[in-house]
């Protein structure tokens, strides 16, 4: 089986622009969740879907946000970049909801200058 | 919801020699504990999970045990290798009012293998 894909794996955007990244799950997991890695704060969950629904949310602000489609790739899109929303955004995929054995894509590095 | 601490923050190992990194939880509902380990530069990877009906799985060099009473989990690698060096996170479910969503994971803890 074909692993977690994550596109775009680099990206650099400036302050106020918004960006879209996007997962592609493990054929046959329709679970995929999102997590910002930096230094700082480590890994944070940001949201999971499950069949096209979003299950949950972690703390994070309104600007982000997600959905998924019905072959279960997910897309998540920040609005209005800050300085602080530089990190590397991990997505996972899994066959059941809830965070069970999760697999986790390579990643997306995002940079916001 | 749900808090894990992860301890130690850096290990450093004599190669061949065990190595232990220990995880507290909070939420007694969690019964799901899987552990990472992610090389620089790499993805984290699944190396091995728990779940709470049982109190210790192996496989090959790497054990996981589970102390639901006290509310902990430890990863412990025996004979350790070059290759085993990368952070290693253990993780836990959050839960809501729906159930299980997402995993909360512990800060990482740096493993060194000394040569």
């Known amino acids: 089986k074909a692993g977690v894909t994550q596109t775009p794996r680099y990206l650099i955007k400036t302050r106020g622009q918004q960006v879209t990244l996007s997962c592609s799950p493990i054929?046959?997991?329709?679970?995929v969740s999102w997590y910002q890695q930096t230094p700082g704060q480590g890994l944070q969950f940001l949201f999971e879907?499950?069949?096209?629904?979003?299950?949950n949310k972690g703390n994070f602000p309104g600007r982000f946000s997600g959905r998924q489609f019905s072959n279960s790739r997910s897309e998540m899109n920040v609005s209005t970049l800050e300085l602080g929303d530089s990190a590397l955004y991990l997505c996972?995929?899994?066959?059941?909801?809830?965070?069970?054995?999760?697999?986790f894509g390579p990643g997306t590095r995002l940079t916001v200058l | 919801g749900e808090n894990v601490e992860q301890h130690p923050s850096t290990l450093s190992v004599q190669e061949g020699d065990s190595a232990v990194i220990k995880c507290t939880y909070s939420d007694s509902a969690s019964n799901y504990f899987p552990w990472y380990k992610q090389e620089l530069g790499k993805r984290p990877q699944l190396i091995i999970d728990i779940r709470s009906n049982v109190g210790e799985k192996k496989d090959q060099r790497i054990a996981v045990t589970l102390n639901k009473t006290a509310k902990h989990f430890s990863l412990h690698i025996t004979e350790t290798q070059p290759e085993d060096s990368a952070v290693y996170f253990c993780a836990a479910p959050m839960y809501s009012g729906g159930g299980a969503d997402g995993l909360t994971f512990g800060k990482g803890t740096h493993l060194i293998i000394q040569p």
């Open positions: 996972a995929s899994s066959f059941e909801s809830g965070g069970y054995e999760q697999f």
């Open positions: 879907y499950f069949s096209e629904t979003q299950r």
């Open positions: 054929s046959g997991h329709r679970s």
